[in-house]
Every structure is written in structure tokens, then in C-alpha cells.
């Protein structure tokens, strides 16, 4: 069965704590993606990959960091930096990375910061 | 840039009542637009896309689209509403290439009986 994991489902954080959100595919796509979704808010990108060991930033990428040293993974993490970390992350990958391309989207890690 | 306005955050039909959905954009050039679903504490699913071929975008679940460059809309309808379409709905934009998709803020579907 092709299709994205995330883990884990669920991640409690203390504050000052670096954390790392899992994401791997097997639909041999090149292009990776990672959104924060808050409530009311839609998704926004956070950082995006369209080739192994190459990633820009997306719209908020302040706070977090990525790697892609794999084609099926792009772990990223939630630094101390990042002042409001609680939300939805999904991770996401597209074929190419165009434009014109279907995302298809993991079940998501829902980051709590105590 | 390009955006995307999705009007009403939140939708309430009855069951068997027709859904509309409703997503204006704003682009520069042709866009590219998607229709997702997301069911809760989930991750978001293609309902369907406009790539510039046929103006009306027929999708899964019975769900369809169409696209009106007059009204700069990409508004989703579905005849008659069931319960397991209750739901939040994302429409994105992209102008394709190199441009990457920009999300609405979504509207949730709620589904009376």
C-alpha cells in the first residue's frame, strides 16, 4: 500500500524543547512538503523539498529546520525558537512539486506544547 | 500573488439538501485549483482539480466544481448532502510551474439529519 506516515499521532513538547516530526513516503515522489494547520487559519508552508539534499523555506519557516538526506523521508523539527509550536502539522508530497501537481497528504502530528 | 477567499468559515445543510461551497481566487495568469477534504483529526484528501481543460470539474463522492473566470470562482456543489460528507473543505490555488499552493481558510460542513 503506497501512501505517507507521519509519527507520532500525537507529541506533548515542554517548552525549551527541540522536537522531531516524523514523515516518510513510499509513493517514490520527488517532492515533499510540510504545512502547520492552526484553527481557522487554513494550512500554511512551512518548508518544502523538491529533490534530496535541497529544501527551501515556505511562508513561516522561522522556529523549525528539515533535512533531506532520503527521497521518502523529510523529518522536521520544531525548535525552541519557534514562540507558538502547539498546532497540526501534515506533511505532504507531490510527484514533481509543480504547481499543477496533487498533494497527497499524511494523518498529521498534533504537537502540544505543555 | 495569488489568494484564495472562501466565504462562509462554517456551512450547515440538511440531509438530501444541496451543498454550495464557495471559493473566489485572485491570480495573475490561468490558475490551478483544488478542492480538498479533510475529515477530523485527519490529513486532507483530493476531491478534485481544474487544470484548464472542461470548465466543470466532476470529483469523488458526487462532489463537482466549476469554474467561472468572469466571477474569478471555483465554487463546489453537491446535489444532495449525506451525513458522512460532514467535513472541513480547503480550496487551493497554484499558477502552476514553479508556484506552490496557496490554502483558503476552509469551511466546515456540518449535516443535519
Known amino acids: 500500500d503506497g501512501g505517507i506516515t507521519q509519527s507520532p499521532k500525537y507529541l506533548f513538547r515542554k517548552e525549551g524543547q527541540n522536537v522531531t516530526l516524523s514523515c516518510e513516503q513510499n509513493?517514490?515522489?520527488?517532492?515533499m512538503y510540510w504545512y502547520r494547520q492552526d484553527p481557522g487559519q487554513g494550512l500554511r508552508l512551512i518548508y518544502y523539498?523538491?529533490?534530496?539534499?535541497?529544501?527551501q523555506k515556505g511562508d513561516i519557516a522561522e522556529g523549525y529546520s528539515v533535512s533531506r538526506e532520503k527521497k521518502e523521508s523529510f523529518p522536521l523539527t520544531v525548535t525552541s525558537a519557534q514562540k507558538n509550536p502547539t498546532a497540526f502539522y501534515l506533511c505532504?508530497?507531490?510527484?514533481?512539486?509543480?504547481?499543477?501537481?496533487?498533494?497527497?497528504f499524511g494523518p498529521g502530528t498534533r504537537l502540544t506544547v505543555l | 500573488a495569488q489568494s484564495v477567499t472562501q466565504l462562509g468559515s462554517h456551512v450547515s445543510v440538511s440531509e438530501g439538501a444541496l451543498v454550495l461551497l464557495r471559493c473566489n481566487y485572485s491570480?495573475?495568469?490561468?490558475?490551478?485549483l483544488f478542492w480538498y477534504v479533510q475529515y477530523p483529526n485527519q490529513g486532507l484528501q483530493l476531491l478534485l482539480k481544474?487544470?484548464?481543460?472542461?470548465?466543470l470539474v466532476k470529483g469523488i463522492n458526487g462532489f463537482e466544481a466549476e469554474f467561472k473566470k468572469s466571477e474569478t470562482s471555483f465554487h463546489l456543489t453537491k446535489p444532495s448532502a449525506h451525513m458522512s460528507d460532514a467535513a472541513e473543505y480547503f480550496c487551493?490555488?497554484?499558477?502552476?510551474?514553479?508556484?506552490?499552493?496557496?490554502f483558503g481558510k476552509g469551511t466546515k460542513l456540518t449535516v443535519n439529519p
Open positions: 505532504a508530497s507531490s510527484i514533481l512539486g509543480s504547481g499543477t501537481d496533487t498533494q497527497y
Open positions: 487551493a490555488v497554484s499558477r502552476g510551474g514553479s508556484e506552490k499552493l496557496v
Open positions: 481544474y487544470t484548464s481543460a472542461a470548465t
Open positions: 523539498s523538491q529533490i534530496v539534499n535541497d529544501f
Open positions: 491570480s495573475s495568469v490561468p490558475p490551478y
Open positions: 509513493l517514490n515522489h520527488d517532492a
